[in-house]
């Protein structure tokens, strides 16, 4: 074997482990969730192998699975707005801050150290009747009877940026550090105050890590179900419950997978604009 | 002949393979014949192995907590067979999990109302247990045996358990006893309670206490249009629907909510945990029996001894004492003590004919769309 076909192959070679684990435990599921989605489910519950489309054209044109799509895009975008008016400064904080950097790090991931579930949870303590919330505001006299602030489209905006926050502001965190902090002196070295020196020079040179952390925000945001289960009210169901719902409760596994695929069709084609326009290296910067 | 293990054999290919006995296509294709076997056959070793320990899956909370310490650790202390208990929210959850599950990896489940039942032996799940093994079945209340015996022609899959009821639960100090037993399952849609009301997330429950609401049979509802009427009403109405026996007891201990429909049992502990909370079943109130369900390609002589050692009367009222459920042993045939009397739904004529059960048939039959209309009606449609 020449030299150029042995270089050519070392780089697959040492991919396929790599490349073996994402085909075994990704795409072969994906597969199977693809045929699983042309199949129907019987009286009983049991599959019905075989190709309709019943699933495809009930998930595509029934305006039920349109309406909570949006609702679900809705919830996320306010949820990314929310985390990136929130994550910028902090990161922003953590990247100019000098001696404790790494000590704010460390903060940050520390609430990655507890579950998730667990963390959405704390919430019901916190804003519940007799949480600690209403509790602290009966003993100043602030108010008299309890409050009910939980199960509502609020709570579950407070609980997804709760969980996403981190990831907003590591990205922008990452960015910010790419950024030489000696263009702001340069900026103000001709005439621009420190302000108008962050608003044409750091904020744009810092906007592919807010794009990028927007971009994980809204996916993961979108994808959620335990947030709307935990501190959502009757009507806050997003649309990974939906999911859920067919196949662990209707055991409609058909139809569950058809309504899967939407959903990952969706969010892939937000990523492959994301893609198109910023590319995917800063998003791995952040997320390493 | 002297028994060979698989490393012994792997050396002596590879040592074959070295000396050149063996060229390199046989060698890998030997391995990987030997990779597939090995592969094919695991999921299935598990039922040749004498048996060392059986899986369990049932509620959480103080029902699980009641069987590991009445039922699960004194078992595993006699016979040496270590029982791993797991937990569910809910049935449906629990039947989409045993359907992406591999033979025997799953063995017993505390099964909820007979329709459960008939849905697992709708799927081909059900096995036949060898009822000489389980001598304990005696004391059971008939009636609870005979409904399971119809739906797999004479045989059993479960031993029934316990049994319940789903009726109205109400914090006394906004809900009085003469205004629950005034407005019944009324209460449920009762504007005055806005999101003070919460109720189970669970299709059936939800048209159960509908038909009750619109003054129709339960089993045989004719007005469909106006039970979803009134579970929309509901919906509107109720602050959050729950998911589990632990977020129940949660929404009532911490006064989120005043009024929803309950579980009898986790009422019971919630009063025994001192809080006022009141408990009423309604005229055609959700009654239920539980089992405890064998299923398909288990161990079977181990889950017998187990439900056989389950249903013996000394353990089965230790259970029942700690889950706040009465027991499926006959107060006709056995002496229940003092505690299981007091418990709601208990009937101590072993008859039953006081509560209202859910006919299989029926509710079988609707459960593909009336599970999938619920799904919508949830969400505000």
Redesign the interface.
């Known amino acids: 074997m020449s030299i150029e076909a042995r270089e050519r192959r070392q780089p697959w070679i040492l991919l396929s482990p790599a490349l073996t684990t994402i085909g075994l435990l990704l795409f072969v599921p994906l597969l199977f969730i693809v045929v699983y989605s042309f199949w129907l489910?019987t009286?009983?519950?049991?599959d019905q192998a075989g190709f309709y489309l019943d699933n495809w054209r009930e998930a595509l044109s029934d305006p039920?699975y349109r309406d909570?799509l949006l609702f679900t895009l809705k919830i996320a975008a306010i949820t990314t707005l929310v985390c990136a008016v929130m994550g910028y400064p902090a990161a922003y904080f953590i990247a100019r801050s000098r001696g404790n950097k790494a000590i704010l790090l460390l903060l940050l991931m520390l609430p990655f150290w507890i579950s998730y579930i667990i963390r959405t949870m704390s919430w019901?303590n916190i804003l519940?009747?007799?949480?600690a919330l209403n509790s602290l505001l009966i003993w100043l006299g602030i108010i008299s009877e309890p409050m009910?602030m939980?199960?509502n489209q609020t709570t579950v905006i407070l609980g997804l940026v709760h969980f996403l926050l981190p990831f907003m502001i590591l990205n922008v965190f990452v960015s910010l550090e790419g950024i030489d902090v000696t263009l702001e002196d340069a900026a103000n070295s001709l005439g621009a105050t420190k302000w108008e020196a962050f608003l044409q020079v750091t904020l744009p040179l810092s906007l592919p890590g807010l794009a990028a952390g927007g971009l994980l925000c809204f996916v993961l945001g979108a994808g959620t179900y335990i947030t709307p289960?935990v501190l959502g009210?009757?009507?806050d169901?997003m649309f990974a419950n939906?999911v859920y719902?067919?196949?662990?409760?209707?055991?409609?596994?058909p139809l569950g997978s058809a309504l899967s695929l939407m959903l990952l069709v969706v969010l892939g084609v937000l990523v492959m604009i994301y893609n198109r326009y910023l590319g995917m290296a800063q998003l791995m910067k952040g997320l390493g | 002949m002297k028994k060979i293990d698989n490393t012994t054999r792997y050396e002596r290919l590879r040592e074959r393979y070295m000396n050149g006995d063996l060229d390199r296509r046989s060698f890998l294709g030997l391995l990987g014949a030997a990779g597939a076997a090995y592969g094919l056959v695991t999921p299935y070793r598990a039922l040749a192995q004498s048996v060392s320990q059986v899986r369990f899956d049932g509620w959480g909370g103080v029902v699980s907590e009641a069987l590991r310490k009445n039922a699960f650790d004194p078992f595993t202390a006699k016979t040496g067979i270590e029982v791993v208990d797991g937990t569910f929210g809910?049935g449906?959850?629990y039947?989409?999990r045993v359907?992406a599950s591999q033979p025997g990896e799953y063995n017993i489940a505390h099964l909820s109302g007979v329709f459960d039942y008939a849905?697992y032996h709708?799927?081909?799940l059900t096995t036949k247990l060898n009822e000489d093994n389980l001598p304990n079945l005696q004391y059971v209340i008939p009636k609870l045996v005979d409904v399971f015996r119809n739906i797999t022609d004479g045989s059993l899959s479960c031993v029934p358990y316990d049994y319940g009821t789903t009726g109205l639960a109400y914090n006394r100090k906004y809900i009085s006893d003469d205004e629950i037993k005034e407005k019944g399952a009324k209460i449920l849609i009762d504007e005055a309670y806005k999101?003070k009301i919460a109720g189970w997330s669970d299709?059936r429950t939800r048209m159960w206490y509908a038909a009750l609401q619109t003054g129709q049979s339960p089993n045989g509802i004719t007005d469909e249009e106006a039970a979803w009427d009134a579970v929309r009403k509901h919906?509107d109405l109720?602050?959050?629907?729950w998911?589990s026996g632990a977020e129940l007891m949660?929404l009532l201990a911490?006064?989120?909510i005043h009024v929803t429909e309950a579980w009898s049992g986790r009422i019971y502990a919630l009063q025994e945990q001192g809080h006022d909370i009141g408990y009423f079943d309604p005229p055609n109130g959700f009654g239920w029996q539980e089992c405890m369900f064998v299923i398909k390609d288990s161990p079977l002589e181990a889950c017998e001894e187990l439900l056989n050692f389950m249903l013996a009367p000394e353990t089965s009222i230790a259970v029942a004492e700690g889950q706040n459920y009465p027991p499926a042993l006959d107060p006709q045939k056995v002496e229940l003590g003092d505690k299981i009397p007091t418990l709601p739904a208990f009937d101590p004529s072993g008859t039953l004919e006081g509560l209202t059960f859910a006919d299989p048939d029926y509710w079988n039959g609707h459960?593909?769309a009336w599970?999938?209309t619920f799904?919508?009606v949830?969400?505000?449609?």
Do not use: C, H, M
């Open positions: 489910r009286a009983t519950g049991a039920f909570i019901i519940g009747v007799s949480g009910q939980l199960y289960l009210g009757p009507t169901a939906l719902e067919a196949i662990i409760t209707q055991l409609n596994w | 809910g449906d959850e039947i989409s359907k849905r709708g799927l081909g999101g299709w919906r109720a602050l959050k629907y998911g949660s911490e006064e989120e459960e593909q599970s999938k799904g919508r949830q969400k505000g449609y």
